[in-house]
């Protein structure tokens, strides 16, 4: 998060320096800076520089996951004197706040707070507006609901995306390129994942600041057939992350052992990412990729479904639905029976006897989506939508999408 300096004071940018060392990959002294340049006193200041500070070096203790720390700065920041300065830096905490809370796998929360800064109309645009569109984009996509996910990823448009904004340009692009990966497959995404990739700044900036981010963007370059790019990914992380000297921060430890384990197939790198992930969602990638690969080799079937299951109860306690789905799925391919893990809040009065996944189906139907489209998210095949909507039409006692939408809209306050 960029701090800003108000017009009466005389300082540039209060943590330029400190970001400009993040930039250098010199990751432990940047937030020491930071730190420091948030005590400073702003002398004859009448602005919120030395709060937009604070704010900035609660940021970078985020992107590390240094997510305690983040909490403890952030609560110690002073409301200004001024009314409407307040206000502004308001709707500057409450964006970082989402982002700590999305990052800690509180996806419902940081979704409601992100709306909550778009709605207040302060603070500055170029930076909350990106922030908030990325964070209900892939909270969308999380809870599956891909086509609000869209939505909000359309809405990032120019100004953020491949450099053409100074602000998290790279984490937009590569939240736009999930969307449009779930959307519509790799190919629909395969401008903006060669984009960050070639761009040197663009790939830094993910790979720094988004565990799991480069060990995905390797197996979807894998996915295009384009080899070289994901091996330079998987070079390019390792020599930022553990190059010389390497980070001091387990996240970026496991995020290279992930990528790098992902790309070379080594389940010992990959288990080690495992071990070491602090942050919940790319901790559950990480086991899901582990169960990937052991699945491929011989005699290791148990383990793999040890992993499986271990991705989905991670997977589920950050609210995550749609890779619930997809990894229950791997499972019942294996065999393995298991009840569909509820993740998703079912607030109203909706019942009707539904099962988990009738609900799930149902709820994506009254949105208007086909059956193919209700599958891929769900990755279930067109047929066994149709089956499980078959029987929500039998319980429900109706007979058409048509009335399912209008029983819904009046039944059930939507939750995505």
Request: charge should be neutral; hydrophobic fraction near 40%; charged fraction near 25%.
């Amino acid at each position: 998060m960029l701090a800003e300096p108000c017009r009466e004071c005389d300082k540039a940018n209060p943590i330029g320096p400190a970001l400009a060392l993040w930039r250098s990959s010199r990751f432990e002294e940047s937030i020491e800076l930071a730190d420091s340049l948030a005590a400073l006193k702003h002398s004859g200041c009448t602005g919120i520089c030395a709060q937009l500070a604070q704010l900035g070096h609660a940021h970078l203790l985020f992107k590390v996951r240094k997510i305690p720390d983040a909490i403890r700065v952030l609560n110690g920041i002073e409301d200004p004197e001024d009314d409407l300065m307040a206000l502004e830096l308001r709707t500057e905490s409450t964006i970082v706040h989402s982002e700590v809370d999305f990052g800690r796998g509180d996806i419902v929360i940081a979704m409601a707070k992100a709306e909550e800064a778009l709605a207040s109309g302060r603070g500055n645009v170029s930076r909350v507006q990106p922030v908030a569109h990325c964070i209900l984009a892939l909270g969308s996509l999380r809870r599956v609901d891909v086509r609000t996910g869209v939505h909000f990823a359309n809405r990032l448009g120019g100004h953020a995306l491949l450099g053409e904004s100074d602000h998290m340009a790279g984490r937009c692009a590569w939240a736009v390129a999930q969307l449009y990966e779930a959307d519509g497959g790799p190919g629909a995404a395969a401008h903006l994942i060669r984009g960050i990739v070639d761009n040197p700044a663009l790939s830094h900036e993910v790979l720094t600041t988004e565990p799991a981010a480069a060990a995905w963007l390797v197996r979807v370059l894998r996915r295009l057939g384009d080899e070289e790019r994901a091996e330079a990914l998987a070079v390019e992380t390792e020599r930022v992350l553990m190059g010389r000297g390497g980070s001091p921060f387990l996240v970026h430890r496991a995020s290279a052992l992930h990528t790098t384990g992902v790309f070379e197939g080594d389940p010992v790198k990959l288990l080690h990412a495992v071990e070491i992930y602090p942050d919940i969602w790319a901790g559950a990638s990480a086991r899901e990729d582990l169960g990937e690969l052991l699945l491929k080799r011989d005699s290791h079937r148990a383990e793999a479904i040890e992993q499986f299951e271990a991705a989905i109860t991670r997977y589920t306690k950050c609210g995550s639905s749609r890779d619930v789905s997809r990894v229950t799925n791997k499972l019942w391919e294996l065999g393995v029976r298991r009840l569909q893990t509820r993740v998703t809040n079912r607030n109203g009065s909706i019942d009707y006897g539904l099962t988990d996944a009738e609900f799930a189906i149902a709820r994506l139907v009254s949105r208007g989506l086909t059956n193919r489209e209700v599958g891929s998210q769900l990755f279930i095949s067109r047929n066994t939508v149709a089956f499980h909507l078959r029987k929500v039409f039998r319980k429900m006692n109706i007979s058409s999408r048509v009335e399912l939408a209008a029983v819904w809209k009046n039944g059930v306050r939507q939750d995505g």
